[in-house]
């Protein structure tokens, strides 16, 4: 499918506890904080980062490809040794309609995830245009999401966030931390809209 230029106009979105802006690369010693974390990264095809220019290098990728969407997330409250305003991870999608997310060690088990894929999500569809006619092959009635089969804290998020499983990849992708690795494969319709066989997948 051809790329999707995705387009949000509001720049911002403002929930209970957190503040989701786009990505600029005046986030990249925040990002290295995170993108430096093994446990964060274990998960990812790319190791931890070791400098800041990775993390900047990394930033400016994302940010040239017109087929991607990507956002970090500030605290709105401080908790514990977390300051307010911290970045605390990023979120988005690097390629249209994969959806994906990071945060740093120090903030889970708060719901931070839980809360950013679903103020995310509807970011996402009002940037991403809607798939009016299936053989032009334009926008998106769907999202989806991977997860190693064995990270069972990402799964829950994206279930609490409204994704069903739909396949299990078997030994699909190397993990450098992690060898050979299975992935389930999520995925979420746009509200209101069913799924149709006619969209693909990418």
């Known amino acids: 499918m051809a790329a999707v230029e995705c387009k949000w106009e509001a720049g911002e979105l403002q929930t209970e506890r957190l503040l989701l802006r786009p ?111 299936p053989n032009e092959q334009r926008g998106y009635n769907h999202a989806i999401a991977y997860a190693d089969t064995e990270n069972h804290a990402s799964r829950r998020v994206l279930e609490k966030t409204g994704f069903v499983q739909t396949d299990t990849l078997e030994n699909d992708v190397r993990i450098p931390l992690l060898g050979l690795r299975s992935t389930a494969v999520y995925r979420i319709a746009r509200p209101g809209l069913a799924q149709t066989s006619k969209e693909v997948d990418t």
């Open 23 to 133: 990505m600029r690369d005046s986030d990249a010693a925040e990002m290295h904080l995170i993108r430096s974390q093994h446990n964060v990264m274990q998960w990812t095809t790319s190791l931890a980062e070791t400098s800041i220019s990775q993390s900047l290098s990394w930033i400016q990728k994302i940010n040239s490809n017109p087929d991607a969407h990507n956002f970090c997330i500030r605290l709105l409250t401080s908790i514990g040794d977390i300051k307010q305003g911290e970045v605390i991870g990023a979120i988005g999608a690097h390629a249209v309609p994969q959806v994906g997310y990071l945060l740093r060690q120090d903030v889970w088990g708060h719901g931070f995830a839980t809360e950013a894929l679903k103020a995310y999500m509807t970011i996402f569809w009002t940037a991403i245009p809607e798939m009016i006619d």
